[in-house]
Structures are given as C-alpha cells and as structure tokens.
C-alpha cells in the first residue's frame, strides 16, 4: 500500500475565492491538535475516524465531508486504513460559501459523497503548479454545489428539534437551552430558525405539547393537579395552572370540574 502523502500548494493569491493547498493524507499529521489558518474541507477516502473540533467529536468514514473553520481548533484520529483529502480555502468569498451551506458547530459532517473521492482523486493526479488555482477551486465549488443549500439545513433542524422536543417534552428538564444543547446548536440561532420554519417560538411549541398532556391526563380519570403537572412536563404545579388557564381559558380544577359535569350529563 502507498503510504506517500501529495501535497499540492497554489502559489497564486486574490482577493476573492483562493484554495491555498490540496493535499491529500495518508498518515496522522493531524491526530495532535491545530489552529486552522484557513477554512479547510476534507474528504474521507478510505477507513474510519474520529475529528474533534472546537470541543465537538464526530465519526468520519469513507465518502464523508467534514468541514473545519478559519480559526478552529481540531484533530482527526484515523484507523491504520483512514486516509483523506482536503483543500484550504480563504479570501472574501470563503465564510460566504461555508455559511450558504449552513456549515456551523453541529453541522459540520456530511456523509454519503463516496462517488466524489475518484473525481478527487483524479484531479489532485492532474493538478501541477499550471493549474492548481483552477482545479482546486472547481473540485471545491463543485463539490460544495452537492451539498443542501442552508435553507434545507434549517429545516432538517427544526425536524431534529421537533422530533427531540416531541419525544422527550414531558422531562421538566427539557428546555430551548437544553435542546440547543443536546443538538450542538446555539440557542439563539436554534430559536430563530424554529420560528422561522414554523411560525410559533419553540417555548409555545413546547408549552402545547405539554397542556395537550395535561389534557389527555384528566380526561383519562387523574385528578390529582400535582400529578398531572408532573407528568406532563411541569415542574411547578402553580406555574402549570397559570400556563393552562392561559392556553384553555379555565384553571385545571375547572377543567376538572367541567370533565365530570360532561360525564353526569351522559
């Protein structure tokens, strides 16, 4: 097996969209953490590892892009058969391409793109000091032309939040904060991007969620209000009447009380 890394260097310099290296790797001359100076895409061309980034650890196999920012602290740990590729980019246009993609802390890793590692592979083959600026910076924009735009990515996210929200929204715990978290998002940006994609703020989501349990729970015969907070979410029984007089425009105990009127009157 060739264990000889390539490395290809631009020597030519813009303003405007500059892919400074194209190197492809068959060593670990990345297990001990760096600062990257430049944006840089990888792409996993055989075996497994593990890239942290910024504190953050994800598993790359063959076919995966990964994406590090200018700036960025990490490290990839590969098995004996990882081997990748990758290309620097920098210039104006740079953070401009990594946003339109929506590339930020928990989306960062992109998998399913193994039919580009021979198109890589070929064009770092042909690329000499004539031709790198333009061959790295086609495989680069075409390979970026694959991915989702970030209005897609938006609304894999506000799937990944409702789908973690619906699952898990009777947990007292749960909150924008903690499913920010849990999803490696920021809560502000993860809050702007709910409200966006469905038109209520993720609070109110979640506060439905539960009074629609609460619901549920009295209509199935538990009439204790302490219980029925509980077991829908809310930590504070007098904070879950003042949510359920707000959203049904009667207190719990009403609700009660109207549910056993409903039923002497069959």
């Given amino acids: 097996m060739n264990t000889e890394n390539i490395c290809k260097f631009n020597p030519n310099r813009s303003s405007d969209l500059v892919c ?6 068959r060593s670990d001359c990345a297990a001990k953490p760096k600062r990257a100076t430049k944006f840089i895409l990888h792409l996993a061309a055989g075996g497994e590892a ?3 980034c910024e504190g953050e650890r994800a598993r790359v196999a063959e076919g995966s892009l990964f994406f590090v920012g200018c700036g960025e602290t990490y490290s990839i740990a590969g ?4 081997e990748y590729l990758y290309i620097t980019f920098e210039g104006r246009r740079a953070k401009e391409v990594a946003e339109r993609i929506g590339v930020r802390r928990g989306n960062r890793v992109f998998d399913g793109f ?3 590692i021979p198109f890589w592979q070929d064009s770092l083959a042909r690329t000499d000091s004539r031709n790198i600026d333009l061959m790295s910076e086609a495989v680069l924009l075409y390979t970026l032309a694959r991915l989702e735009p970030l209005e897609h990515t938006d609304h894999r996210l506000t799937a990944a939040v409702t789908r973690l929200t619906d699952d898990c929204f009777t947990d007292p715990d749960l909150t924008l904060a903690a499913a920010a978290a849990q999803l490696g998002y920021d809560a502000k940006y993860l809050s702007f ?4 994609e469905t ?4 609070t109110q989501y979640l506060r439905d969620l539960r009074v629609k349990r609460a619901e549920f729970l009295m209509e199935q015969g538990v009439t204790s209000i302490q219980n029925v907070a509980r077991l829908s979410g809310f930590r504070d029984p007098l904070y879950f009447s003042k949510v ?7 207190s719990p105990r009403a609700y009660l009380s109207a549910l056993e ?6």
């Fill in 79 to 82: 098995n004996a058969d990882f």
């Fill in 199 to 202: 038109g209520v703020t993720y």
């Fill in 193 to 196: 991007v709910f409200r966006r």
């Fill in 261 to 266: 009127a409903q039923k002497g009157s069959v």
């Fill in 50 to 52: 593990e890239c942290f």
């Fill in 244 to 250: 359920f007089a707000k959203a049904e425009g009667m």
């Fill in 20 to 25: 400074a290296d194209f190197v492809l790797e």
């Fill in 114 to 116: 193994g039919e580009l």
